[in-house]
T-cell receptor
Framework: AQSVTQPDIHITVSEGASLELRCNYS??????LFWYVQSPGQGLQLLLK????DTLVQGIKGFEAEFKRSQSSFNLRKPSVHWSDAAEYFC????????????WGLGTSLAVNP | EAQVTQNPRYLITVTGKKLTVTCSQN?????MSWYRQDPGLGLRQIYY???????DKGDVPEGYKVSRKEKRNFPLILESPSPNQTSLYFC??????????????FGNGTRLTVT
C-alpha cells in the first residue's frame, strides 16, 4: 500500500539557519509528490510539486525539494529560515491509479528560534 | 479572490445537538472534500464529492453526512455530535480529484469542540 513517512514530528531551527524536512514515500510507480504548508490558524497551501523532469524543484517562499528515486525521498529544503516559516509541513503522494487519492504524511511541525 | 470559505471558524456544542459546517468555493471546482486534523493522526479524509450530487466516503466517514446540491457548496453535517468528533476540520477543493495540475485549495478550518 502507498504510504508517506515524515520521520520528524517536531523540528526547531534558529532564524537564518538552513532547513531540511524529510519525506519518504512508498509507491510502486513514478510518484506525483507534493509539499503543503499550514501556517498557524490557516488552511494548507501548496509549496511545490514534482512528477517528472528536473529532480530539484523550486517552490514558493524560497523552498525547494529534491526527488531521489533511489532513496524514495522527497526532502524539502530552505537555505535560510525566516521566523514566518514556523508552521506545519505536510508531504503527500498522489495515487495516480483509478482512485487518484492523495496519501498524506503526518506532518512536521517547525519552530523557529529568533 | 479565489478562495474556500468555511463557517464557523470556531464552534462549541454539546453532545447530540445537530450542527452543520458550511463550505463554499468560488473557483467552479468540481471536486470538494472534507478532512479532519488531529494531533498525531495528520489529515484524514471524511467525505468527498466528485461533482454535484456525487459524494463518497473517505477514510473516516462514521458520524458525518454531506450533501452537494450545488457546485459551490459542500456542507458537513453532524447529526448527533460526540466528544470524539472534537477536531479541526478543513474543507478543500480542486478542479478534479487527484489532479496534479490542480492542487487542493483549503479553507481556513473550523475548530469544533463537543462537550
Amino acid at each position: 500500500a502507498q504510504s508517506v513517512t515524515q520521520p520528524d514530528i517536531h523540528i526547531t531551527v534558529s532564524e537564518g539557519a538552513s532547513l531540511e524536512l524529510r519525506c519518504n514515500y512508498s509507491y510502486g510507480a513514478t510518484p506525483y509528490l507534493f509539499w503543503y504548508v499550514q501556517s498557524p490558524g490557516q488552511g494548507l497551501q501548496l509549496l511545490l510539486k514534482y512528477f517528472s523532469g528536473d529532480t530539484l524543484v523550486q517552490g514558493i517562499k524560497g523552498f525547494e525539494a529534491e526527488f531521489k528515486r533511489s532513496q524514495s525521498s522527497f526532502n524539502l529544503r530552505k537555505p535560510s529560515v525566516h521566523w514566518s516559516d514556523a508552521a506545519e509541513y505536510f508531504c503527500a503522494v498522489l495515487n495516480a491509479g483509478n482512485n487518484r487519492k492523495l496519501i498524506w504524511g503526518l506532518g512536521t511541525s517547525l519552530a523557529v528560534n529568533p | 479572490e479565489a478562495q474556500v470559505t468555511q463557517n464557523p471558524r470556531y464552534l462549541i456544542t454539546v453532545t447530540g445537538k445537530k450542527l452543520t459546517v458550511t463550505c463554499s468555493q468560488n473557483m467552479n471546482h468540481e471536486y470538494m472534500s472534507w478532512y479532519r486534523q488531529d494531533p498525531g493522526l495528520g489529515l484524514r479524509q471524511i467525505y468527498y464529492s466528485m461533482n454535484v450530487e456525487v459524494t463518497d466516503k473517505g477514510d473516516v466517514p462514521e458520524g458525518y453526512k454531506v450533501s452537494r446540491k450545488e457546485k459551490r457548496n459542500f456542507p458537513l453535517i453532524l447529526e448527533s455530535p460526540s466528544p470524539n468528533q472534537t477536531s479541526l476540520y478543513f474543507c478543500a477543493s480542486s478542479l478534479s480529484r487527484g489532479s496534479y495540475n490542480s492542487p487542493l485549495h483549503f479553507g481556513n478550518g473550523t475548530r469544533l469542540t463537543v462537550t
